[in-house]
Nanobody
Framework: QVQLVESGGGLVQAGDSLRLSCAAP????????MGWFRQTPGKEREFVAA????????NYADSVKGRFTISRDNAQNTVFLQMKSLKPEDTAVYYC????????????????????WGQGTQVTVSS
């Protein structure tokens, strides 16, 4: 089992930016498609962004399009989520996830598509 490690969360004000990182030590990282999800108390885990193994294809939830950017550095075994123009409704625990399934260009947006998860990092946006 592989556990991913998220970092970069914190307390910011509306309009600020944060960059989340997710490290995958010990993985042949280029073999895994990656995703970001978020969850608030009482709600289901919500898809945020996903990126293909090669990094060439991405997908975003409508709520974050134009504000968030997912990227990856396979040489560093790390996926990033650059969050700009943060809003209070972005407050959540953010999780990264990895899956080895699919072609190099495949993107996954469902929880069930992923088999490896991190522990999450808290993002709090105050108004």
């Amino acid at each position: 089992q592989v556990q991913l490690v998220e970092s970069g969360g914190g307390l910011v004000q509306a309009g600020d930016s944060l960059r989340l990182s997710c490290a995958a030590p010990g993985l042949t990282f280029s073999m895994y498609a990656m995703g970001w999800f978020r969850q608030t108390p009482g709600k289901e885990r919500e898809f945020v962004a996903a990126i293909a193994k090669s990094g060439g294809n991405t997908n975003y939830a409508d709520s974050v399009k134009g504000r968030f950017t997912i990227s990856r550095d396979n040489a560093q075994n790390t996926v990033f989520l650059q969050m700009k123009s943060l809003k209070p409704e972005d407050t959540a625990v953010y999780y990264c996830a990895a899956t080895r399934y699919g072609r190099s260009s495949s993107i996954y947006t469902r929880d069930s598509d992923y088999h490896t998860w991190g522990q999450g990092t808290q993002v709090t946006v105050s108004s």
